[in-house]
Protein backbone atom coordinates (compact mmCIF):
# COMPACT_ATOMS: atom_id res chain seq x y z
CA UNK A 1 0.00 0.00 0.00
CA UNK A 2 1.47 3.54 -1.20
CA UNK A 3 0.17 5.18 2.47
CA UNK A 4 2.09 2.53 4.27
CA UNK A 5 5.13 3.13 2.70
CA UNK A 6 4.59 6.53 3.16
CA UNK A 7 4.98 6.02 6.97
CA UNK A 8 8.26 3.67 6.47
CA UNK A 9 9.71 6.44 4.94
CA UNK A 10 9.37 8.93 7.48
CA UNK A 11 10.89 6.09 10.13
CA UNK A 12 13.41 5.90 7.95
CA UNK A 13 14.15 9.32 8.46
CA UNK A 14 14.86 9.13 11.74
CA UNK A 15 18.19 7.56 10.69
CA UNK A 16 19.52 10.64 10.15
CA UNK A 17 22.62 11.67 11.99
CA UNK A 18 22.78 15.85 12.18
CA UNK A 19 25.48 15.75 14.60
CA UNK A 20 28.11 17.39 12.60
CA UNK A 21 25.04 19.72 11.52
CA UNK A 22 25.02 21.15 15.05
CA UNK A 23 28.35 21.80 15.46
CA UNK A 24 27.88 25.10 13.69
CA UNK A 25 25.89 27.22 15.00
CA UNK A 26 24.84 30.61 12.51
CA UNK A 27 21.62 31.57 14.88
CA UNK A 28 19.98 31.50 18.31
CA UNK A 29 17.65 34.72 18.64
CA UNK A 30 14.37 35.60 19.39
CA UNK A 31 14.80 38.99 17.51
CA UNK A 32 12.69 38.48 14.19
CA UNK A 33 14.82 41.00 12.33
CA UNK A 34 18.36 39.72 13.26
CA UNK A 35 16.69 36.19 12.35
CA UNK A 36 15.21 37.47 8.88
CA UNK A 37 18.88 38.59 8.07
CA UNK A 38 20.88 36.14 8.77
CA UNK A 39 18.50 33.35 6.31
CA UNK A 40 18.55 35.87 3.55
CA UNK A 41 21.93 36.57 3.94
CA UNK A 42 22.34 32.26 3.40
CA UNK A 43 19.37 31.66 1.07
CA UNK A 44 17.78 34.61 -0.86
CA UNK A 45 15.54 37.27 -0.05
CA UNK A 46 12.27 36.73 0.97
CA UNK A 47 8.91 38.02 2.36
CA UNK A 48 8.46 36.71 5.67
CA UNK A 49 4.86 37.28 7.78
CA UNK A 50 5.11 36.06 11.39
CA UNK A 51 1.82 34.48 13.20
CA UNK A 52 1.92 36.19 16.62
CA UNK A 53 3.66 33.52 18.75
CA UNK A 54 6.86 33.53 20.50
CA UNK A 55 10.39 33.77 18.32
CA UNK A 56 12.79 30.96 18.88
CA UNK A 57 15.01 31.10 16.02
CA UNK A 58 17.71 28.77 15.20
CA UNK A 59 19.59 28.01 12.49
CA UNK A 60 22.89 25.73 11.98
CA UNK A 61 24.82 24.93 8.78
CA UNK A 62 27.25 22.75 7.16
CA UNK A 63 28.60 22.27 3.91
CA UNK A 64 29.88 19.47 1.29
CA UNK A 65 31.73 21.59 -1.28
CA UNK A 66 29.02 23.42 -3.34
CA UNK A 67 26.45 22.40 -1.40
CA UNK A 68 24.98 23.94 1.59
CA UNK A 69 23.20 21.91 5.15
CA UNK A 70 21.10 23.77 7.35
CA UNK A 71 18.88 23.09 9.94
CA UNK A 72 16.19 25.91 10.52
CA UNK A 73 13.27 26.38 13.00
CA UNK A 74 11.52 29.89 13.84
CA UNK A 75 9.70 28.68 16.74
CA UNK A 76 6.44 30.74 15.31
CA UNK A 77 4.07 29.67 12.44
CA UNK A 78 5.36 31.90 9.60
CA UNK A 79 4.54 32.13 6.03
CA UNK A 80 7.48 32.78 3.72
CA UNK A 81 7.36 33.54 0.18
CA UNK A 82 11.19 33.84 -1.02
CA UNK A 83 12.50 35.23 -4.15
CA UNK A 84 12.97 32.48 -7.29
CA UNK A 85 16.19 30.87 -6.72
CA UNK A 86 16.82 30.54 -10.11
CA UNK A 87 20.72 28.67 -10.21
CA UNK A 88 19.80 25.99 -6.73
CA UNK A 89 17.50 24.02 -5.61
CA UNK A 90 15.97 23.26 -2.38
CA UNK A 91 15.47 20.30 -0.69
CA UNK A 92 13.02 20.72 2.22
CA UNK A 93 13.18 17.63 5.10
CA UNK A 94 10.34 18.11 7.72
CA UNK A 95 12.16 16.97 10.91
CA UNK A 96 9.28 18.09 13.19
CA UNK A 97 5.63 19.25 12.33
CA UNK A 98 4.67 20.09 9.00
CA UNK A 99 5.39 22.88 5.67
CA UNK A 100 2.79 23.71 3.37
CA UNK A 101 4.57 24.58 -0.15
CA UNK A 102 2.63 26.08 -3.14
CA UNK A 103 4.87 25.33 -5.92
CA UNK A 104 4.44 27.58 -9.22
CA UNK A 105 0.69 27.06 -8.31
CA UNK A 106 0.37 23.41 -7.11
CA UNK A 107 -0.34 22.97 -3.35
CA UNK A 108 1.34 20.09 -1.39
CA UNK A 109 1.42 19.22 2.45
CA UNK A 110 4.93 18.34 3.31
CA UNK A 111 4.38 16.31 6.79
CA UNK A 112 7.15 15.16 9.14
CA UNK A 113 9.22 12.53 7.99
CA UNK A 114 8.58 14.09 4.32
CA UNK A 115 11.30 15.16 1.91
CA UNK A 116 10.34 17.75 -0.74
CA UNK A 117 12.51 19.17 -3.61
CA UNK A 118 11.52 22.06 -5.27
CA UNK A 119 12.56 24.60 -8.22
CA UNK A 120 10.02 26.94 -8.51
CA UNK A 121 9.59 29.36 -11.98
CA UNK A 122 7.17 31.52 -11.30
CA UNK A 123 6.43 32.15 -7.54
CA UNK A 124 6.49 29.76 -4.54
CA UNK A 125 5.25 30.33 -0.92
CA UNK A 126 6.29 27.99 2.31
CA UNK A 127 3.98 28.11 5.72
CA UNK A 128 5.69 26.02 8.50
CA UNK A 129 3.82 25.52 11.65
CA UNK A 130 4.32 26.37 15.19
CA UNK A 131 7.32 24.51 16.63
CA UNK A 132 8.51 23.30 12.97
CA UNK A 133 12.07 22.09 12.78
CA UNK A 134 13.61 21.72 8.66
CA UNK A 135 16.45 20.04 7.43
CA UNK A 136 17.22 22.19 4.03
CA UNK A 137 19.59 21.23 1.56
CA UNK A 138 20.99 23.97 -0.73
CA UNK A 139 22.08 22.63 -4.21
CA UNK A 140 23.60 24.24 -7.37
CA UNK A 141 21.77 23.96 -10.49
CA UNK A 142 25.47 23.90 -11.85
CA UNK A 143 26.02 20.54 -10.64
CA UNK A 144 22.97 18.94 -11.59
CA UNK A 145 23.35 18.95 -15.43
CA UNK A 146 25.01 22.67 -16.81
CA UNK A 147 22.39 25.20 -17.94
CA UNK A 148 19.05 24.89 -19.60
CA UNK A 149 19.18 22.95 -22.40
CA UNK A 150 19.40 19.21 -23.77
CA UNK A 151 21.37 18.62 -20.66
CA UNK A 152 18.87 19.21 -18.09
CA UNK A 153 14.79 19.67 -18.90
CA UNK A 154 12.80 20.87 -16.00
CA UNK A 155 9.70 18.46 -15.65
CA UNK A 156 8.12 20.01 -12.43
CA UNK A 157 8.59 22.76 -9.90
CA UNK A 158 8.16 20.50 -6.86
CA UNK A 159 8.00 17.02 -6.17
CA UNK A 160 8.13 13.80 -2.92
CA UNK A 161 10.36 12.05 -2.56
CA UNK A 162 8.89 8.68 -3.22
CA UNK A 163 8.88 6.12 0.23
CA UNK A 164 10.92 3.82 -1.04
CA UNK A 165 14.13 6.21 -2.15
CA UNK A 166 14.13 7.33 1.89
CA UNK A 167 16.75 4.58 2.86
CA UNK A 168 19.21 6.22 -0.01
CA UNK A 169 18.27 9.45 0.81
CA UNK A 170 19.45 9.49 4.20
CA UNK A 171 22.19 7.23 3.64
CA UNK A 172 23.79 10.38 1.12
CA UNK A 173 22.95 12.99 3.54
CA UNK A 174 24.90 11.26 6.31
CA UNK A 175 27.54 10.56 3.75
CA UNK A 176 27.55 14.49 3.06
CA UNK A 177 27.69 15.21 6.63
CA UNK A 178 30.18 13.26 7.48
CA UNK A 179 32.74 14.32 5.02
CA UNK A 180 31.52 18.14 5.90
CA UNK A 181 32.51 17.61 9.34
CA UNK A 182 36.09 15.80 8.38
CA UNK A 183 36.47 18.53 6.03
CA UNK A 184 40.56 19.38 5.61
CA UNK A 185 41.14 16.00 6.62
CA UNK A 186 39.77 14.73 3.54
CA UNK A 187 41.99 17.18 1.04
CA UNK A 188 43.91 13.88 -0.67
CA UNK A 189 40.56 12.29 -1.42
CA UNK A 190 39.30 15.23 -3.31
CA UNK A 191 38.28 12.79 -6.42
CA UNK A 192 36.32 10.84 -4.11
CA UNK A 193 34.52 14.32 -2.25
CA UNK A 194 33.69 15.55 -5.78
CA UNK A 195 32.37 12.55 -6.86
CA UNK A 196 29.65 12.09 -3.76
CA UNK A 197 28.52 15.84 -4.24
CA UNK A 198 27.99 15.52 -7.80
CA UNK A 199 26.15 12.38 -6.98
CA UNK A 200 24.12 13.58 -4.28
CA UNK A 201 23.05 16.68 -6.80
CA UNK A 202 22.67 14.69 -9.46
CA UNK A 203 20.30 12.44 -7.08
CA UNK A 204 18.01 15.64 -6.20
CA UNK A 205 18.07 17.33 -9.80
CA UNK A 206 16.60 13.80 -10.67
CA UNK A 207 13.76 14.63 -8.85
CA UNK A 208 12.78 17.55 -10.73
CA UNK A 209 14.80 17.34 -13.96
CA UNK A 210 15.13 15.23 -16.77
CA UNK A 211 18.72 15.24 -17.26
CA UNK A 212 18.33 14.10 -21.32
CA UNK A 213 15.67 15.62 -23.37
CA UNK A 214 14.99 12.29 -25.43
CA UNK A 215 14.29 10.55 -22.34
CA UNK A 216 11.43 13.30 -21.36
CA UNK A 217 9.75 12.67 -24.69
CA UNK A 218 9.47 9.10 -23.94
CA UNK A 219 8.42 8.90 -21.05
CA UNK A 220 5.87 11.96 -20.78
CA UNK A 221 2.55 9.09 -20.86
CA UNK A 222 4.08 7.67 -17.57
CA UNK A 223 5.23 11.15 -16.51
CA UNK A 224 1.55 12.64 -17.04
CA UNK A 225 0.21 9.78 -14.64
CA UNK A 226 2.63 9.91 -11.86
CA UNK A 227 1.45 13.93 -11.13
CA UNK A 228 -2.05 13.47 -11.29
CA UNK A 229 -1.29 10.83 -8.71
CA UNK A 230 1.09 13.32 -6.48
CA UNK A 231 -1.53 16.05 -7.48
CA UNK A 232 -4.32 14.18 -6.02
CA UNK A 233 -2.18 13.05 -2.76
CA UNK A 234 -1.26 16.53 -1.96
CA UNK A 235 -4.76 17.80 -2.41
CA UNK A 236 -6.19 15.70 -0.15
CA UNK A 237 -3.16 15.65 2.58
CA UNK A 238 -3.59 20.00 2.56
CA UNK A 239 -7.31 19.55 3.37
CA UNK A 240 -7.56 16.28 5.71
CA UNK A 241 -9.95 17.88 7.75
CA UNK A 242 -12.09 20.44 5.33
CA UNK A 243 -14.76 18.80 2.97
CA UNK A 244 -13.63 17.27 0.02
CA UNK A 245 -15.94 16.65 -2.84
CA UNK A 246 -15.71 14.66 -5.97
CA UNK A 247 -15.55 17.83 -7.77
CA UNK A 248 -13.04 19.49 -5.77
CA UNK A 249 -11.01 16.47 -6.80
CA UNK A 250 -11.10 16.74 -10.41
CA UNK A 251 -10.59 20.39 -10.37
CA UNK A 252 -7.38 19.36 -8.71
CA UNK A 253 -6.40 17.14 -10.91
CA UNK A 254 -7.14 18.38 -14.42
CA UNK A 255 -9.47 15.61 -15.35
CA UNK A 256 -12.70 14.31 -15.70
CA UNK A 257 -14.82 12.04 -13.27
CA UNK A 258 -14.45 8.97 -15.23
CA UNK A 259 -10.63 9.59 -16.09
CA UNK A 260 -10.44 10.32 -11.89
CA UNK A 261 -12.05 7.47 -10.99
CA UNK A 262 -9.69 4.98 -13.39
CA UNK A 263 -6.86 7.12 -12.32
CA UNK A 264 -8.00 5.93 -8.58
CA UNK A 265 -8.64 2.13 -9.54
CA UNK A 266 -4.98 1.85 -11.43
CA UNK A 267 -3.12 3.39 -8.61
CA UNK A 268 -4.85 2.90 -5.15
CA UNK A 269 -7.41 0.00 -5.97
CA UNK A 270 -10.53 2.20 -4.45
CA UNK A 271 -12.43 5.29 -5.81
CA UNK A 272 -11.68 8.49 -5.54
CA UNK A 273 -13.53 9.49 -2.19
CA UNK A 274 -12.68 6.05 -0.37
CA UNK A 275 -9.63 7.48 -1.04
CA UNK A 276 -10.09 10.19 0.85
CA UNK A 277 -11.26 8.64 3.68
CA UNK A 278 -8.31 5.95 3.90
CA UNK A 279 -6.23 8.94 3.85
CA UNK A 280 -7.44 10.18 6.53
CA UNK A 281 -7.78 7.08 8.35
CA UNK A 282 -3.77 6.95 8.13
CA UNK A 283 -3.64 10.47 9.22
CA UNK A 284 -5.47 9.84 12.21
CA UNK A 285 -3.88 6.36 13.49
CA UNK A 286 -0.62 8.05 12.70
CA UNK A 287 -1.47 10.88 15.00
CA UNK A 288 -3.03 8.45 17.78
CA UNK A 289 0.74 6.67 17.47
CA UNK A 290 2.45 9.49 18.11
CA UNK A 291 -0.08 10.89 21.36
CA UNK A 292 -1.78 7.79 22.79
CA UNK A 293 -3.26 9.83 25.49
CA UNK A 294 -5.42 12.34 23.12
CA UNK A 295 -9.50 12.74 23.44
CA UNK A 296 -10.58 10.26 20.68
CA UNK A 297 -13.26 12.34 19.74
CA UNK A 298 -11.19 15.48 18.86
CA UNK A 299 -9.31 13.66 17.15
CA UNK A 300 -11.95 11.92 14.75
CA UNK A 301 -13.04 15.91 13.82
CA UNK A 302 -9.10 16.85 13.35
CA UNK A 303 -9.31 14.56 10.55
CA UNK A 304 -13.20 14.89 8.91
CA UNK A 305 -15.23 12.53 10.51
CA UNK A 306 -17.81 14.17 12.71
CA UNK A 307 -19.60 10.74 14.02
CA UNK A 308 -17.21 9.40 16.75
CA UNK A 309 -18.95 5.60 16.06
CA UNK A 310 -18.59 5.87 12.21
CA UNK A 311 -15.25 6.53 12.41
CA UNK A 312 -14.47 4.07 14.83
CA UNK A 313 -16.08 1.44 12.33
CA UNK A 314 -14.11 2.66 9.94
CA UNK A 315 -10.62 2.35 11.83
CA UNK A 316 -11.76 -1.07 12.63
CA UNK A 317 -11.98 -1.88 9.16
CA UNK A 318 -9.00 -0.33 8.38
CA UNK A 319 -6.54 -1.62 10.49
CA UNK A 320 -8.49 -4.54 12.75
CA UNK A 321 -8.63 -2.50 15.66
CA UNK A 322 -10.54 0.04 17.08
CA UNK A 323 -8.88 3.67 17.91
CA UNK A 324 -9.43 2.95 21.92
CA UNK A 325 -7.73 -0.64 21.35
CA UNK A 326 -4.68 1.10 19.44
CA UNK A 327 -4.55 3.60 22.49
CA UNK A 328 -4.89 0.74 24.65
CA UNK A 329 -2.04 -0.79 22.78
CA UNK A 330 0.02 1.48 22.66
CA UNK A 331 -0.39 2.36 26.53
CA UNK A 332 0.35 -1.12 27.65
Given at each position: ?144 GGEAG ?41 DWRTH ?137
Open positions: MRLAARHEGAATLRRLDLAPLYEQCLLHSDVRKETYDCIAGELCDYGLTWRGADVDARAYKARMGAISFYAMQYGDEVAITPDLYRDFMLVHVSLRNGIEIEADGRLSHVPEGGVFFSAPQQRIRLRWQEGCQQLLVRVPLALVPRRTLVRSGHMLAPALAPLFVDQINLALGIARHGIELDNLDVETGFARFAGMQLFDLGAAAARADRPRQDGRDRRERLESFIHARLAAPITLEDLTAAVGVGRSQLNSLCREAFDCSPMALVRRMRLEAARGDLEREPDQDLTSLSLRYGFEHQSRFAQYYRDAFGERPRDTRRRLRG
